[in-house]
C-alpha cells in the first residue's frame, strides 16, 4: 500500500506525474518519438478551467493550520475525533442512479453487496457497484480496460501509473471532461469539492482541461525526512536542532555506530537526503535554461558525502545490501538510529509497532538543513496529491451532475457526519465510540475499508492518529518548523506526456543504477559520472524536448 492512510495522505511514496513532483519523475508516455501533443496546460487555459477555491472550516482542528513560503501551508490537526458531529451536505446528493467504480485495494477484497455497501448507497442515493481491484496488479488491470474500452464509470487512476494507464491520451477519449461543471464558480454548487485546495485541481488537468477529481489534497507535500529514534538520542543530548549540515551527520555516524553490538547509525536516506544539497527533483532553471541535476556539481557533492558514508562503515550491512524489507524492524528494534522514509511512516499504526518492540519508541525527524550549514535550508514540494478519480466519457450530463454530487458528500471534512459515514460505517454496526474514537468492529474490519470510497474523492489532509496524540503533536510542530523551507520547483504540478523514447532518457534507469551502487559504497563517483557521460546525448534529447514542448510553450508552473 502506498501510504498509511489514516491522515488521508496518499502522496509522497511514489513519482508523481503530476508536478513531475517527487525524485524521479514517471513521465507518461503518449507513443512515438514523433508526437509532440505533451497534454500541458497553458497559462490562460489552465486559470480558465481551474475550480474557485472557496475555503471551508467547519470542524475546528486542535492544531491551525501554518502558512509557509511560496504556498505551503501546514495540515491542520485533530487530537480528538470530533465529537459534534456536523452535517455538510443536505438531503441525499443522489437521485437513483446506477453507476459502478473501481479502485485499487491492497488487502483483502470486502465481499460484494456487504452491510457497509448497502448503507454508503442508501446514504448516497444511488447504487454504486464498487469492485475493488488488486493494488499489487492495478498497473496492468487498468491497461487492460482500456485496451477494450469498458471502463467503469468511475474509476481511480493513481498518478504514479500515469505512464502505464497514458492518462493523457485517455483524457477527452474514455475520460469525461469536467470543466463545464467544475470551473470557476460552478464548483460552489458543490461546496465540499470548492474546499479542496487550487494546486490539487490544477495537477488533474491536461491539455487546459479538468478531468482529475482529487482523492486527499495537502499544500505541505514533501517526498519524505530522515527519521531517528528520538527516545533513544535524546537522553544522549542529541536532537534533531543539532544536526544543521552534513558534517554534523557524519560526525554521529562515527559516534552512534557500534557493529559489534549490531547498531549502526544509518540505514539508506539517500533518497531524502539529498535534497539537503539543494539537488532538485530532476530541473533547476538557470540564465532562462534549464539545467538537470545530473549536471549540477551538488548533485556529485551529495553523492560523495553518501558514498563515504556507506564506506565508513556508518549505514546497516542490510540496507547496502537492499533488503528493504526489514528496514522498519531495523529500525523499531534500534539496530539503525536514522532512516528515511515517506511521511506517511509518521503514524498511529507505526507507533503501535514501535511500541510493541521498544515501549519508550518515539519516531522523530530531521529539521530540512542546508549541507553546507551556511546556504538557506529548503526543498522542494511534491504535487498537490498524486491521487485522482476519474469519470467515464460516456456518462450523460446528468449522470455527471449526480456523480459530482456523491463526490461532493464523499469529499466532506474531518470529523463531519459525512466523513464517519465514509471512513466508520454505521455506528452499531461497523463501529463504536471508544475513548472518544470511532472503533471497528468485527463488520467494519471486514467490510470498511479506507480506499474505496475515500479513492473516489476525500477532503483535504488533516493530521490525526487518534490513540496515539504524541505522534500527532510531533508532525504537526514538525511541519510547522519546516513550512517555511519548501519552494515550488520547476515544472510543479504539472501534467507533461512524453514520447516513449523520450520518457525513458528522463527516466535514466542506467545513470539511477550507477547512483545506486554509489550510495551504497560500492561504486564510485567517477563511476556514476562516466554513467552521466554515457547517457549525456540522451539527456541532451531530453533537456531539448523539454525546453521546446513544455518550457519555452507552459513555462515553469512555478
Not at 32 to 54: D, S, W
Not at 216 to 242: H, M, W
Amino acid at each position: 500500500m502506498p501510504h498509511e492512510l489514516n491522515r488521508r495522505s496518499f502522496v509522497g511514496s511514489a513519482a508523481s506525474v503530476a508536478g513531475a513532483a517527487a525524485l524521479a519523475p514517471l513521465l507518461s508516455a503518449c507513443g512515438g518519438g514523433g508526437q509532440q501533443h505533451t497534454g500541458t496546460n497553458t497559462k490562460a487555459g489552465l486559470k480558465a478551467a481551474l475550480p474557485a477555491y472557496v475555503p471551508r472550516t467547519p470542524v475546528k482542528p486542535d492544531i491551525a493550520s501554518v502558512a509557509g513560503s511560496d504556498g505551503a501551508v501546514t495540515d491542520p490537526a485533530f487530537l480528538h475525533y470530533p465529537s459534534d458531529q456536523i452535517t455538510t451536505v443536505s438531503g441525499t446528493p443522489g437521485k437513483g442512479g446506477s453507476y459502478s467504480a473501481v479502485t485499487p485495494l491492497w488487502g483483502t477484497v470486502p465481499t460484494p453487496g456487504n452491510s457497509f455497501y448497502r448503507a454508503m448507497n442508501k446514504a448516497l442515493g444511488v447504487e454504486l457497484t464498487v469492485r475493488p481491484a488488486d493494488g499489487n496488479h492495478y498497473d496492468t488491470i487498468v491497461p487492460t480496460m482500456t485496451a477494450a474500452r469498458r471502463l467503469p464509470d468511475w474509476i481511480q487512476l493513481p498518478s504514479w501509473w500515469s505512464s502505464n494507464f497514458n492518462v493523457g491520451e485517455l483524457a477527452g477519449t474514455q475520460l469525461t471532461d469536467l470543466t463545464p461543471y467544475l470551473s470557476g464558480d460552478r464548483i460552489k454548487k458543490y461546496p465540499n469539492l470548492a474546499a479542496l485546495p487550487t494546486g490539487a485541481w490544477q495537477a488533474g488537468t491536461w491539455g487546459d482541461k479538468l478531468y482529475g477529481i482529487p482523492c486527499s489534497a495537502s499544500r505541505f507535500v514533501v517526498a519524505g525526512t530522515v527519521f531517528y529514534r528520538q527516545d533513544i538520542l535524546e537522553p544522549k543530548g542529541i536532537t534533531a536542532d543539532q544536526v544543521t549540515s552534513a558534517d554534523d551527520l557524519m560526525k554521529l555516524g562515527k559516534e552512534l555506530t557500534d557493529a559489534k553490538r549490531g547498531v549502526w547509525a544509518f540505514d539508506d536516506v539517500w533518497t531524502y537526503l539529498f535534497p539537503c544539497w539543494d539537488v532538485p527533483s530532476q530541473w533547476n532553471l538557470q540564465g532562462g535554461k534549464l539545467v538537470h541535476k545530473y549536471e549540477m556539481p551538488q548533485f556529485l557533492d551529495a553523492l560523495d558525502w553518501h558514498y563515504r558514508l556507506a564506506t565508513a562503515g556508518y549505514v546497516h550491512p542490510d540496507a547496502i545490501a537492499g533488503i528493504m524489507a526489514t528496514g522498519p524492524t531495523r529500525f523499531y528494534s534500534g539496530k539503525v538510529l536514522f532512516s528515511g522514509g515517506g511521511m506517511g511512516a509518521w503514524s498511529v499504526s507505526d507507533y503501535q509497532n514501535g511500541r510493541a518492540a521498544d515501549r519508550n519508541y518515539r519516531r522523530g525527524a530531521l529539521n530540512i538543513f542546508a549541507a553546507d550549514g551556511k546556504s538557506t535550508p529548503r526543498t522542494f514540494m511534491g504535487a498537490s496529491t498524486s491521487v485522482y478519480s476519474y469519470l467515464n466519457a460516456r456518462l450523460k450530463p446528468q449522470q455527471i451532475g449526480e456523480l459530482l454530487a456523491v463526490a461532493d458528500y464523499l469529499a466532506a471534512p474531518y470529523g463531519s457526519r459525512e466523513y464517519t459515514m465514509v471512513n466508520f460505517g454505521v455506528e452499531g454496526v461497523h463501529y463504536t465510540m471508544k475513548d472518544g474514537v470511532p472503533t471497528a468492529t468485527d463488520d467494519g474490519k471486514k467490510f470498511v475499508q479506507p480506499v474505496v470510497y475515500p479513492f473516489l474523492a476525500a477532503p483535504s489532509a488533516v493530521l490525526s492518529n487518534q490513540g496515539a496524540d504524541i505522534v500527532t503533536k510531533d508532525y504537526a510542530a514538525w511541519q510547522a518548523a519546516n513550512v517555511k523551507r519548501l519552494y515550488k520547483p520547476v515544472f510543479w504540478n504539472m501534467n507533461i506526456s512524453m514520447p516513449q523514447p523520450i520518457a525513458q532518457a528522463a527516466a535514466a534507469q542506467s545513470v539511477e543504477d550507477v547512483i545506486k551502487d554509489c550510495y551504497h559504497g560500492k561504486k564510485k563517483v567517477k563511476d556514476v559520472q562516466e554513467a552521466i557521460a554515457a547517457w549525456k546525448s540522451s539527456g541532451d534529447r531530453l533537456k531539448r524536448w523539454m525546453t521546446e514542448n513544455v518550457l519555452d510553450k507552459y513555462g515553469t508552473g512555478q
